[in-house]
């Protein structure tokens, strides 16, 4: 049986893979660019033979330039935010503002798992003081084991829900043969615990208001 | 003659620039969306070259290279893909990928390989009615 993970390896490899997951994609968004640009220099070889340059065209190229731009800059900004997660071992934030990012930094994955992430908008802000990088660790570990086991449901819930002592994440439809996820590193560092609900098919995972109350490391 | 080929990305974009580019190259160029529009596409058309995405959701392009070269074994294959580990590069050598670049891609250098490919298949496709003739000739004793 192989070694469990530590949790600063399980850290890592949620940041290396995050890391690889979106300049993959903004390598996609450069070469668009990088063919317009080309595709600019084409029609300009042409157009020095004779061939005239149609404006419509030409529009058309500078628009699809331009949304590549943004799609690269809202990239950019994700992987700042994540970047800057670990800023500070604990800070105060809103639980839905962490799924929106993690929604956006793990998109890419889901869809060559075949599956795709939605967020399930909560009734009232849930904010809750806790660690952000590992909670971003947490929603990466458990998005990769329930994709995998996704099966025909392919389309994912998440959903961030307050509770009487804390918060939680719902994840959902999983698979009903789910008994847990396996991150007891990182859910104790949280001071999480994970609750599965066979009937509605939904994953808890259960987090403190304050992570600092008696905290013990 | 012109190449026929066979580009294969998930994205769209891509695929609609980079053909646009490849035919006014003075190439017969075909696109596909995704590893199994590929796969459909090779059965029923033929192609010299197949200008190949490395991650693609659904079925990945080693997977996709793998069933290539079992129906179309004279189909040259070139990986065109954003980024490339060392380990994913040399498994593509090995399954018979006849190169690989990375995107952003220099056109003249991918307008180079896909000639250089192009020629690859016709040398091999000659290869293979020469053996087929030397078979013949060899079972009716001619």
């Known amino acids: 049986m192989s070694e469990p993970e530590s949790i600063e390896t399980c850290g890592l490899r949620c940041f290396g893979a995050i890391s690889a997951s979106l300049s993959h994609e903004l390598k996609n968004a450069l070469a668009i660019i990088n063919e317009h640009a080309g595709l600019l220099e084409d029609m300009m070889l042409m157009a020095g033979t004779g061939r005239p340059l149609d404006p419509d065209r030409l529009k058309l190229l500078a628009g699809n330039v331009m949304k590549q731009v943004q799609r690269a800059d809202t990239m950019i900004k994700h992987m700042n935010q994540f970047a800057h997660s670990v800023d500070v071992t604990i800070a105060c934030s809103d639980l839905e503002d962490a799924l929106t990012l993690a929604i956006a930094l793990n998109s890419r994955t889901a869809v060559m798992k075949g599956g795709t992430l939605v967020l399930e908008p909560s009734a009232t802000p849930v904010r809750i003081t806790t660690c952000p990088f590992w909670v971003q660790t947490l929603i990466w570990r458990s998005l990769n084991e329930l994709l995998e086991r996704a099966g025909a449901d392919r389309q994912l819930h998440l959903c961030a829900r307050k509770t009487s002592d804390g918060a939680a994440i719902i994840f959902s439809p999983v698979d009903h043969m789910l008994t847990n996820i396996h991150i007891p590193d990182v859910l104790n560092h949280l001071k999480a615990t994970q609750a599965l609900d066979i009937q509605t098919r939904e994953l808890w995972i259960i987090l403190p208001a304050d992570i600092t109350m008696n905290r013990t490391d | ?142």
């Open chain 2, 1 to 142: 003659m012109a190449e026929r080929i066979l580009l294969v990305d998930d994205e769209k974009d891509f695929l609609d620039i980079m053909s646009e580019r490849l035919k006014y190259r003075g190439m017969d160029v075909a696109t596909a969306g995704s590893a199994r529009e590929a796969i459909s596409k090779i059965m029923s058309e033929s192609y010299d070259v197949v200008v190949l995405d490395l991650q693609m959701q659904e079925m990945d392009g080693l997977e996709a290279l793998k069933v290539l070269r079992m129906v179309k074994p004279e189909l040259q294959v070139i990986f065109l893909t954003g980024h490339v580990t060392l380990e994913k590069g040399v498994e593509a050598m090995k399954l018979g990928a006849m190169d690989l670049m990375e995107k952003p891609a220099d056109i003249a250098i991918l307008e180079d390989k896909i000639r250089k490919a192009h020629v690859r298949k016709m040398i091999l496709v000659e290869k293979q009615a020469e053996a087929r003739v030397n078979e013949i000739m060899l079972n009716k004793g001619w």
